[in-house]
Nanobody, 126 residues
Framework: QVQLVESGGGSVQAGGSLRLSCAAS????????MTWFRQAPGKEREGVAT????????YYADSVKGRVTISQDNAKNTLYLEMNSLKPEDTAMYYC???????????????????WGQGTQVTVSS
């Protein structure tokens, strides 16, 4: 079992920045991908960014490329999402998810993830 707890959400104005954190605990030996998803009201949950925990490779959704950086601190078992130049369309509940090994191009397929955090709200005002 893996437990994930997100923090760092909040309300910011467009152009602002936020850093989300996801603290992982439990048996993380089966975890190969750590991913940030988001879900806006009335929309599907979508992948934002992922990191391959064993090698550090990262992948991003086109909508956030250049504005967002995903990283991990293995010593602290913590995942981060640094978000800059935030836009109103970034407003959503952000979830941290942990998944097993998968082909990298499947990283945004939410059904492949076993463990989820409770989410942290990000609100960007114009």
């Amino acid at each position: 079992q893996v437990q994930l707890v997100e923090s760092g959400g909040g309300s910011v104005q467009a152009g602002g920045s936020l850093r989300l954190s996801c603290a992982a605990s439990g048996d993380t030996t089966t975890i190969y991908y750590m991913t940030w998803f988001r879900q806006a009201p009335g929309k599907e949950r979508e992948g934002v960014a992922t990191i391959y925990t064993r090698g550090g490779s990262t992948y991003y959704a086109d909508s956030v490329k250049g504005r967002v950086t995903i990283s991990q601190d293995n010593a602290k078992n913590t995942l981060y999402l640094e978000m800059n130049s935030l836009k109103p369309e970034d407003t959503a509940m952000y979830y941290c998810a942990a998944g097993p090994f998968m082909s990298w191009f499947r990283w945004s397929e939410k059904l492949r993830y076993v463990y989820w955090g409770q989410g942290t709200q990000v609100t960007v005002s114009s």
